[in-house]
């Protein structure tokens, strides 16, 4: 049973490109969450999805950043016009439900921004 | 709004030997969900250990187990004969009975042959 899969695991951008992450959840799993972790820092909630819904993106700054869960394929995070202090590990999980489920961590997509 | 502080940046430990790792945190909810997760250098978030705020029993996973003090809000980690693979940065997790994580900035654990 493959674990949650995120690719690129190491994307490099210069300013002002656009990077998108993505994010394919286990198996059976149709809840998905984005976290963010900055050097030294635990990692901070960005945004949860259900298949084609954003369920909360409270966490998520409201410019230059969206998500998006299509009914087939992977969950998108998307960066545009990126700037140096995107420079992050972007962590992808899943659960299978929502409520009392672990959450379950993809390996990050490591995002340097020169 | 809910806070996990670990005020333990780093910690060492000798091979075969015993550590704590001190994790406290705020809530006024009564139900809710606290993990320990390990990230080795591979960056990897791999779940450790999870207890439920509603049994009273410390949860435990083969050299991993927990003390948890509900009261006092305290979540602390033991390893037992620490092994050189246990190196990593340790984060203690709060979990509501919602969804969201919140992380503490974590610790980092050096194991010593």
């Known amino acids: 049973n493959a674990g949650v899969m995120q690719n690129p695991r190491h994307l490099v951008r210069r300013r002002g490109q656009e990077a998108r992450l993505r994010c394919s959840p286990m198996k059976g799993h149709s809840h998905v969450y984005w976290y963010r972790q900055l050097p030294e820092e635990g990692l901070k909630f960005m945004v949860y999805?259900?298949?084609?819904?954003?369920?909360?993106e409270s966490g998520m700054p409201k410019e230059r950043f969206s998500a998006e869960f299509p009914k087939e394929g992977p969950s998108i995070l998307r960066i545009q016009q990126v700037v140096r202090g995107d420079s992050a590990a972007y962590f992808c999980?899943?659960?299978?439900?929502?409520?009392?489920?672990?959450?379950?961590f993809g390996p990050g997509t490591r995002l340097l921004v020169l | 709004a809910q806070t996990v502080t670990q005020s333990q940046p780093e910690m060492s430990v000798q091979e075969a030997e015993t550590v704590t790792l001190s994790c406290t945190y705020d809530?006024?909810?009564?139900?809710?969900?606290l993990f320990w997760y390990k990230q080795p250098p591979s960056r990897q978030m791999i779940l450790v250990i999870r207890?439920?705020?509603?049994?009273?029993q410390n949860a435990t996973e083969n050299r991993f187990s927990v003390n948890f003090q509900k009261a006092a809000k305290s979540f602390s980690l033991k390893i037992s004969d620490s092994q050189l693979g246990d190196a990593a940065m340790y984060f203690c997790?709060?979990?509501?009975?919602?969804?969201?994580?919140?992380f503490g900035t974590g610790t980092r654990l050096k194991v010593l042959a």
């Open positions: 997790a709060y979990r509501s009975d919602t969804y969201k994580y919140i």
């Open positions: 809530t006024s909810e009564s139900d809710y969900y």
């Open positions: 999805l259900q298949k084609e819904n954003i369920i909360d």
């Open positions: 999980a899943s659960s299978p439900g929502q409520l009392g489920e672990t959450q379950y």
């Open positions: 207890q439920e705020a509603y049994k009273q």
